[in-house]
């Protein structure tokens, strides 16, 4: 069965490093999204991409977050300089079309020291 | 935007009980609702989801949900739990036409022998 894969699982950085987050959406899906959930709260909507654009972000996605699709595969996320709050699970999901059920990989947990 | 509400953060129930999740939703547009569920140290799988047709979706281990329009709820049931339905059930909405997904905070289910 096709599945999101992340790497890695587990980023250590310090505070003001960039990081990059790696994802493999499934192969024939269009859209795809980042999401954020902090320790002990709600998962949350960081970004969707389709047709290699940004379609919608929260506002949480301000300027120290990118994304891209820099090949046929994958698709990053890279926050430019971490703060410690950004330290939590990020998901990435894709999905077929607009509205459909969304697949999640397993997640990577960035800890900023 | 849409929105999601869990009544209920925690819902300890003893092993072979019925249970019921509550989830209420808003918004102003029509939306597809779903129930992902996180078991400790893993990412989301999807339980189910309702994207049209009957108002009663059903999951292969035994959970039901029904979307109920009038009272923007989509509940999620299960007539007796098993201590492998121990995890983290977060209920979602989505927009048709759009792709922010939206999250509601969760409710750990914990049973109990």
């Known amino acids: 069965e096709p599945e999101v894969t992340q790497t890695p699982s587990h980023q250590v950085t310090q505070m003001g490093q960039e990081v990059i987050l790696r994802c493999v959406p499934i192969?024939?899906?269009?859209?795809f999204y980042w999401y954020r959930q902090i320790l002990g709260q709600k998962v949350e909507f960081l970004v969707s991409?389709?047709?290699?654009?940004?379609?919608?972000k929260s506002e949480i996605f301000d300027d120290q977050f990118s994304v891209e699709r820099p090949d046929g595969s994958n698709f990053t996320l890279k926050i430019r300089s971490t703060k410690l709050e950004d330290s939590a699970m990020y998901f990435c999901?894709?999905?077929?079309?607009?509205?459909?059920?969304?697949?999640f990989g397993p997640g990577t947990r960035l800890t900023v020291l | 935007a849409q929105s999601v509400t869990q009544l209920d953060s925690q819902v300890p129930v003893f092993e072979e009980a019925p249970v019921e999740l509550r989830c209420n939703y808003s918004s102003s547009v029509s939306v597809y609702l779903f129930w992902y569920v996180q078991y400790p140290n893993q990412g989301l799988q999807l339980l189910l989801k309702?994207?049209?047709?009957?108002?009663l979706v059903e999951s292969i281990n035994g959970f039901e949900a029904e979307f109920n329009k009038s009272q923007t709820s989509f509940h999620l049931r299960k007539p007796s739990v098993h201590i492998s339905d121990t995890a983290e059930y977060f209920c979602?909405?989505?927009?048709?036409?759009?792709?922010?997904?939206?999250f509601g905070a969760g409710t750990r289910l914990t049973v109990k022998p």
């Open positions: 999901a894709s999905s077929s079309s607009l509205g459909n059920e969304q697949f």
């Open positions: 979602a909405v989505i927009g048709v036409n759009n792709n922010d997904m939206r």
């Open positions: 991409f389709y047709n290699n654009e940004i379609s919608e």
């Open positions: 192969s024939n899906h269009l859209y």
């Open positions: 309702y994207l049209s047709g009957s108002t």
